[in-house]
């Protein structure tokens, strides 16, 4: 379901109301909430983006603590932030491959020519520990034509080996620099069909490239998914959201790696990809400034 199907919720950085919820509606049956329904699962959608919210005004080390609120048997990997910026580094995140460094903007990865830059998360995501992932990332993409700065949820199988099956794939951001179309992308894939199942295309912001802009989702396997595409400032310029509910969509329900990463897309044989007129031979980079991932509850 499109955001223009029924209003754009409150921002929850600015409506202190949204850190309310009906206890019931956090009540789990396993790893899985009981109540699955839109409405339920949409509440919680904005009481946890509430709460990473006043994490990140509040303390950027730890969560603040709502026992009344959470289940009894929360589980799951934590609230892991980590900030690139000022030259940072993070335990959390191992570069598999390509050049990338600590920078003063953030994380930088490099594509030169038609070389490729990743790094993964180190731990699965979307998996029966949790009842909810969320993940929001703070980047600048690489401006220039032919390159894709990307921070994608796949499933290993294809990870390694796009061309050999279709799988279970949230691309958070897929970043075009591109002269002719600059945009931002999201996309969901189902495991085993070849078309999304899921999509919505930004433009970029003026100042293609150089602006360092936020991206997020909530998920729930199987169940729920919202996207969020924010301003420098703030400012929700977009929303997605789907339902495994009958009618409306599909969300992926399969255990996935979380990458971030820049790559030549004028060396793909995908029809599919709007390629522009040549691909920038010099040295493109993109900056990973922030990434939280938070599955607690």
């Known amino acids: 379901m499109s955001s223009s199907e029924r209003p754009a919720p409150p921002d929850p950085a600015t409506d202190p109301a949204l850190l309310k919820i009906d206890p019931s509606l956090l009540e ?24 990473a919210a006043q994490f990140l005004a509040v303390d950027s080390r730890a969560a603040p603590a709502e026992p009344a609120l959470m289940a009894a048997s929360a589980t799951g990997i934590g609230n892991h932030y980590a900030d690139f910026s000022n030259f940072g580094t993070s335990p959390d995140w191992t570069p598999e491959y390509g050049t990338q460094e600590p920078g003063g903007e953030g ?65 958070i951001v897929e970043y075009y620099g591109q002269t002719s179309a600059q945009r931002s992308e999201f ?64 969300v992926p329900s399969r255990s996935m790696n979380l990458y971030v990463g820049i790559w030549d897309i004028g060396s793909s044989l995908n029809s599919n990809v709007d390629n522009p ?21």
């Not at 490099?110 to 993964?120: F, L």
């Not at 401006?143 to 691309?171: M, R, T, W």
């Not at 040295?283 to 990434?291: E, N, V, Y």
Request: net charge negative; proline share 7%; charged share 15%.
């Open 277 to 297: 007129p040549g691909s920038f031979t010099g040295d493109s980079w993109m900056a990973l400034s922030a990434i939280q991932v938070w599955t607690d509850f």
């Open 187 to 250: 996309t969901v894939h189902r495991n085993g069909q070849r078309d999304n199942v899921g999509f919505m295309k930004w433009p970029s912001p003026t100042n293609p490239g150089h602006i360092q802009t936020s991206y997020a989702i909530y998920l729930e396997p199987g169940n729920y998914l919202s996207w969020s595409l924010y301003a420098p400032n703030g400012l929700t310029l977009g929303t997605w959201d789907t339902s495994s509910t009958p009618g409306f969509g599909y």
């Open 28 to 51: 789990l049956d396993g790893h899985a909430y009981k109540d699955r329904s839109l409405p339920a699962a949409a509440q919680r959608a904005a009481y946890y983006r509430a709460r």
């Open 107 to 171: 994380w930088i990865m490099h594509s030169q020519g038609n070389t490729s830059s990743r790094m993964m998360f180190n731990q699965s995501l979307n998996d029966p520990s949790s009842p909810h992932t969320m993940v929001r990332v703070w980047m600048r993409g690489a401006p220039d034509n032919g390159k894709n700065s990307y921070v994608s949820l796949i499933e290993q199988p294809c990870a390694d080996n796009p061309g050999n099956s279709f799988c279970d794939e949230i691309d």
